[in-house]
């Protein structure tokens, strides 16, 4: 889906590597869109995990698997990232403080919540994969 030999695929990449927040949009039960930031890893393929508090998000996932992932673009309206996938709660991936990967990226960030790894899995108890279904942007 993100074809890595173009520019804007490699700059899609970069997104999905290296920023910390991206801006993930649920549907409530009523229709209403609900953008909230959300900390993610990509899987380097069409997969992005993140980890939910138990509560409202998990209920739209469950009415609605449909999500989009926005990334802020720069300051002139360019660089626009907006992936479409089917989230769900997905028990099989472990908690938060036992995915290295994803310690990698967020260990300094849970400290300066100030939480401790393990904390922090137990308040955001959700484990969410997204499959990446749609690219759009410029």
Do not use: C
Not at 17 to 30: A, L, Y
Not at 46 to 60: D, I, P
Not at 87 to 102: G, N, T
Not at 121 to 129: G, I, L, Q, S
């Amino acid at each position: 889906m993100i074809d890595l030999d173009s520019e804007f695929g490699a700059r899609v990449a970069r997104h999905l590597r290296e920023e910390i927040v991206v801006w993930m949009t649920t549907v409530s039960p009523s229709g209403a869109p609900l953008p909230r930031p959300v900390w993610f890893l990509w899987d380097g393929d069409e997969t992005v995990v993140m980890y939910s508090q138990a509560g409202l998000r998990v209920r739209n996932l469950a009415a609605n698997p449909h999500v989009t992932l926005n990334f802020r673009g720069d300051e002139e309206g360019g660089d626009i990232v907006v992936l479409s996938g089917e989230a769900a709660v997905d028990r099989s991936l472990p908690s938060a403080d036992a995915y290295p990967e994803y310690l990698a990226k967020y260990d300094e960030h849970i400290a300066n919540l100030p939480m401790t790894p393990a904390t922090f899995a137990a308040t955001y108890t959700e484990p969410v994969r997204i499959r990446l279904t749609r690219l759009r942007g410029h």
